[in-house]
């Protein structure tokens, strides 16, 4: 099958009346999710995770990418209204459509920020779908110590980019491979780090985890912070969402240099959507002929970030299918309700379940339509939810994540956890390290672990054999490459810094 | 927001050091309780060995931040809650953890309905019969849903007896 018959067929599996419900329920919840602060796009997948698992597996996972892209969206709606983003991805989109809205254009930027995540999900399908089957049938022929190149070397290369300081990143994400030990271990069977405590045996539940560090401690911050609760929307009318001439044709090649810029970035393991929307924004201010304006209120400024965040995050999903390694927490998530439904996610995927694999791609093109549909008629019901007075939305959401905690193992210790994780989130918030590593972390850990036992055993314990192969040479070129760069930019950027502080001087 | 500021690097080495001792007692767990296996066959303990110097190294490499360095990509400073905030965080975390211990007792959509009223009334100056009203519904509407018609197990405590 090739890329082509693939799409029709996945389309054949994703317009059955359940699976378009699902991606309607996903992209619904996930646009509300977008909308409400305090639960961001991880924290809502998290939630929804356990309600999936009575789904049909391709149902499932429709319905958590429509949650993930959904929440994409929506997460502008407030960065435009209220200078509040959504999520991280939206920091940019804050700068230039809190300005627009000042001016009296709220309605046309959501429309362009609307339409332009539109063009940069749906474009990006194109190049999930060519390089995902191109991929996952080279991925066959990978061994363990290729594996453990691509797995190990893609954390690195996270921890190195997800902001702040190495250690920033390398701290949390070495938690993660703590917290992954926990619980008994999969070759001999030892339990490790249990303490006696049986629910510790099964290992620690990536549910409380994700919801007590995304949703949880930015619920607290929410708490303590008594004045965004004072932030209230202005209210925006149907008429005043149509952009004019003048915008849409600005619009429009911005959309196509973000898009292009996001999906290349959705392809490198670590925080794509926001990183895209920042080097987006940068470009905008590089090559658009309104370049002055931009930062005071230009549509440049909004219409790119927003291609690119939402064609990053649908890029994410190339690792994912084609590899089965999630580079991201969304994609830690899509992996963890796949394996509780008895799907083998890896290269395999495409061959063994092709329903899940293109029915999940061909649902991204039907739920990006959706979104379009729900967005721009329906952005009064969301500005509308904005106005919900946090006495009630912030212990409802309290609540909620209870209830998901709870619901994937029956567990009361889980719930536990779920406070545990939100205190230690909390705390890495207020002292930024970051929090995507930790996740992706512990749900690649038993992976590395895995493959790096395996490659000492096929090996006989020769050392020498994790970079024999082409494909781990090339993977460890690439990812050294990452590093020296990354180092080197930031070493540049510092004495850029000195120097200029020097001249004041 | 009333609230008291410290240097951001001061906390992140304070964080440094707790997991320092973590990485020591993680390391010296897996060092004397685990198996090591042969190197053609490795055993349980050589990961997390090998985990446990990681976080070590993460840690060390915090706690030789320079405050320059660290101001620049951190910032200088950050808040912790102080007076009022502090007060309305701790009510509701305190009955957020007190709703966890009700739920085995009393099952959860009372435990729930409690813990909604007390978060409700900490947040709100409204008045308590309309809150405890909103509690009430809201949690009679989380066990229709989640509980009846999403099949969601939650503990029924005591109310499994009537």
Redesign the interface.
């Known amino acids: 099958m090739n890329a082509f018959e693939g799409l029709i067929y996945g389309l054949g599996v994703a317009m059955t009346p359940a699976n378009l419900l699902a991606a309607f329920a996903g992209a619904f919840a996930g646009t509300a999710i977008g909308v409400l602060p305090g639960l961001g796009p991880v924290a809502g997948v998290a939630l929804i995770l356990?309600?999936t698992f009575?789904l049909d597996p391709t149902a499932g996972l429709i319905m958590m990418a429509g949650i993930f892209y959904g929440s994409m969206y929506g997460g502008s709606t407030t960065a435009i209204l209220l200078n509040i983003p959504g999520e991280s991805a939206s920091v940019v989109t804050a700068i230039d459509g809190y300005q627009l809205a000042r001016k009296g254009r709220a309605g046309a930027t959501l429309t362009i920020v609307a339409v332009g995540s539109f063009v940069g999900g749906t474009l990006a399908v194109v190049g999930v779908m060519l390089f995902s089957a191109a991929l996952a049938k080279v991925a066959i022929l990978f061994g363990p110590a290729d594996f453990f190149a691509l797995t190990f070397g893609g954390l690195m290369v996270m921890a190195r980019i997800s902001g702040?300081?190495?250690?920033?990143s390398?701290?949390p994400?070495?938690?993660g491979?703590?917290l992954g030990?926990i619980g008994q271990?999969a070759?001999?069977g030892?339990t490790?780090?249990t303490f006696g405590f049986l629910h510790l045996a099964e290992g620690v539940s990536l549910v409380p985890i994700v919801v007590g560090l995304y949703g949880l401690a930015e619920l607290?911050l929410l708490?303590?912070?008594?004045?965004h609760a004072a932030a209230r929307p202005q209210s925006v009318t149907m008429r005043e969402l149509l952009p004019n001439r003048e915008e849409w044709r600005r619009a429009v090649p911005s959309w196509l240099r973000g898009t292009g810029l996001g999906f290349l970035f959705g392809l490198v393991p670590g925080p794509a959507a926001t990183l895209s929307s920042f080097a987006s924004y940068r470009l905008e201010k590089a090559v658009s002929k309104h370049a002055d304006q931009i930062g005071h209120g230009a549509i440049e400024g909004v219409a790119g970030p927003e291609a690119a965040n939402n064609s990053a995050a649908t890029a994410a999903l190339v690792p994912l299918l084609a590899l089965g390694i999630p580079f991201t927490p969304i994609a830690a998530l899509m992996i963890s309700a796949m394996l509780v439904q008895g799907v083998q996610p890896g290269p395999l995927l495409i061959t063994q379940k092709p329903e899940i694999f293109w029915g999940l791609i061909a649902s991204v093109y039907i739920g990006n339509v959706m979104l379009l549909a729900l967005n721009i008629p329906m952005i009064g019901v969301w500005v509308s939810l904005l106005r919900i007075?946090?006495?009630?939305f912030?212990?409802?959401l309290?609540?909620?994540s209870?209830?998901g905690a709870?619901?994937v193992r029956?567990s009361?210790f889980d719930?536990?956890m779920l406070?545990g994780a939100g205190l230690l989130g909390y705390?890495f918030n207020?002292?930024?390290?970051q929090l995507a590593p930790m996740v992706v972390g512990l749900i690649l850990?038993p992976n590395?672990?895995k493959h790096?036992?395996e490659t000492?055993?096929l090996?006989?314990?020769d050392?020498g054999a994790f970079v024999e192969s082409p494909i781990a040479i090339t993977v460890w070129i690439l990812v050294a490459a990452i590093l020296l760069i990354g180092y080197l930019a930031r070493r540049r950027a510092?004495v850029a810094?000195a120097m200029a502080q020097e001249s004041n001087v | 927001?009333s609230?008291r500021s410290f240097p951001?690097v001061s906390?992140?080495r304070i964080?440094?050091i707790v997991?320092l001792v973590l990485a020591a007692a993680?390391t010296l767990?897996?060092w004397r309780?685990?198996?090591f296996?042969?190197?053609?066959?490795?055993?349980?303990a050589?990961?997390?060995i090998a985990?446990?110097i990681?976080?070590a190294?993460?840690?060390i490499?915090?706690l030789l931040?320079r405050k320059q360095?660290?101001d620049?990509?951190?910032?200088a400073a950050?808040?912790?809650?102080g007076g009022t905030?502090?007060r309305?965080?701790g009510l509701?975390?305190g009955a957020?953890?007190i709703?966890?211990v009700a739920?085995?007792l009393v099952g959860?959509l009372i435990a729930?309905a409690l813990?909604?009223f007390v978060?409700?009334a900490t947040?709100?100056d409204?008045s308590k019969l309309r809150l405890a009203i909103?509690a009430v519904a809201?949690?009679v509407t989380?066990e229709v849903v989640?509980v009846r018609l999403?099949?969601?197990?939650?503990?029924y405590g005591l109310t499994r007896l009537f």
């Open positions: 356990p309600l009575s702040g300081t190495l250690a920033s390398l701290l994400m070495a938690v491979l703590a030990t271990e070759v001999t030892e490790r780090y607290m708490i303590e912070d008594k004045l007075p946090h006495y009630l912030l212990p409802v309290l609540v909620l209870v209830i709870y619901s029956n009361i719930i536990w406070l705390i207020k002292l930024r390290f850990g590395i672990e790096l036992r000492l055993f090996s006989q314990g050392v510092a810094t | 927001m609230g951001i906390g992140r964080v440094a997991a993680y767990y897996a309780e685990l198996g296996g042969r190197w053609h066959r490795p055993g349980a050589i990961f997390p985990v446990g990681m976080i190294i993460a840690a490499s915090v931040e360095t660290s620049e990509l951190h910032g950050f808040t912790l809650p905030d502090l309305r965080l509701v975390l957020f953890a709703y966890f739920m085995e959860h729930s813990f909604l978060a409700m947040l709100s409204k909103y809201i949690a989380f989640f999403l099949k969601v197990q939650m503990p």
